[in-house]
């Protein structure tokens, strides 16, 4: 449904840590979540979308290649957060 520049959708349902006082926007909404997207690169590692060296741990655990030390883990997760190979 659409009022004044508002648009509500009739499919998806507020998630639980959303304020009930958040209001969609279209363009400013629009905007500001762009915004938010391109932002988002810049947090520390563990923050925002910036995740990458999380999933070193768990990926080598889960499927670790042949020959696969913890030593390597750790050189894999240094070299995503700092890139430095060494």
Not at 19 to 37: K, N, Y
Not at 58 to 84: C, I, K
């Amino acid at each position: 449904m659409r009022r004044s520049g508002r648009l509500r959708s009739g499919w998806t349902t507020r998630g639980f840590d959303v304020p009930a006082g958040a209001r969609w926007f279209l363009i400013v909404s629009g905007v500001q979540a762009v915004a938010d997207l391109v932002e988002q690169l810049s947090t520390p590692p563990g923050f925002g979308h910036v995740y990458w060296t999380d999933y070193v741990n768990g990926w080598a655990q889960a499927v670790p290649p042949r020959g696969w030390t913890d030593a390597d883990t750790a050189r894999l997760e240094h070299f995503l957060h700092d890139g430095d190979a060494s």
